[in-house]
């Protein structure tokens, strides 16, 4: 209704949202996802929840050609190792062994298959990362040796909250520590002309025609969002909605105050 109401195509900064903006973080993060599958091997991507690490991701592999590269996503990881890999199985279409080595062993085949036959690369995203199991950490060099570790065919991104990349540097982790050739981390958009310009492109991308915000109303989303392009979002549908059976056609900064005060 209240998209309706302001004349949008959808919420800003939700996840409809076609064309992310970007002032070259993303365009940076594109560059090396890009060096990574021309080059088998893992990536690690970090950032604060909500801002738009997932977002980046889908946005840049909705491009890739699917006869080439066969993106597996997998966001349920706060299960045991062995749970991981039946995941894992399952997007490859294999029925998982209840055995590990088994298990490995078909997930594996199924790898040579797709590069060798099929000339197709599997590129497994991790999300929500910093949920793994510590057993998988240490297990996931060993599974990613091929042919005595003298192939690499399956590019593998880790995706995570900021501690990821700290657990990955304790010793117990090194062997892997040692594989990752792509570090990005993503940051908020904490800066006034830089989150200025993230609400604009939002809106503008979602069909609006005006500005909705006074600039005091902009500064108030900013602290209040911590310049997490998320819970900007959500502050931002949240005062629309109470906007509506106002009558109100922009969004004043007591109602912007008091979407954030429902969303405490």
Same mark, same amino acid.
């Given at each position: ?206 069909? *609006?025609?005006?500005?909705? #915000?006074?600039?005091?109303?902009? %500064? =108030?989303?900013?602290? +209040?969002?911590?310049? !997490? ?13 109470? *906007?509506?059976?106002?009558? #109100?056609?922009?969004?004043?900064? %007591? =109602?912007?105050?008091? +979407?954030?005060?429902? !969303?405490?």
């Amino acid at each position: 209704m209240y998209l309706q109401h302001f004349g949008l195509r959808h919420a800003p900064l939700g996840k409809e949202l076609t064309e992310p903006w970007d002032d070259g973080t993303l365009a940076h993060l594109t560059e090396r996802f890009n060096w990574l599958l021309s080059s088998p091997g893992v990536g690690l991507l970090t950032g604060e929840p909500g801002v738009g690490k997932t977002a980046a991701l889908r946005n840049i592999t909705k491009s890739l050609n699917p006869h080439r590269y066969l993106v597996l996503y997998q966001a349920e990881t706060d299960f045991g190792r062995v749970d991981i890999y039946r995941g894992l199985a399952r997007a490859l279409g294999i029925e998982p062994n209840y055995r590990r080595a088994q298990l490995w062993r078909d997930i594996k085949q199924r790898i040579h298959e797709l590069v060798d036959t099929k000339q197709t690369t599997p590129l497994w995203i991790i999300d929500e990362a910093q949920n793994l199991p510590p057993e998988f950490f240490r297990d996931l060099p060993a599974f990613l040796n091929f042919a005595f570790d003298s192939r690499d065919l399956i590019s593998v991104w880790l995706v995570g909250h900021p501690a990821l990349a700290q657990t990955l540097e304790r010793a117990p982790y090194a062997a892997l520590a040692s594989r990752i050739q792509v570090r990005v981390e993503l940051k908020p958009v904490v800066q006034r002309e830089r989150f200025a310009k993230l609400i604009a492109h939002a809106f503008k991308s979602a069909g *609006a025609t005006g500005t909705l #915000l006074s600039d005091s109303g902009l %500064e =108030i989303v900013r602290q +209040a969002s911590k310049g !997490l392009p998320r819970n900007a979002g959500t502050i931002l549908c949240t005062a629309m909605r109470l *906007a509506v059976p106002k009558g #109100l056609n922009h969004l004043p900064d %007591e =109602i912007l105050q008091l +979407a954030i005060e429902e !969303l405490q």
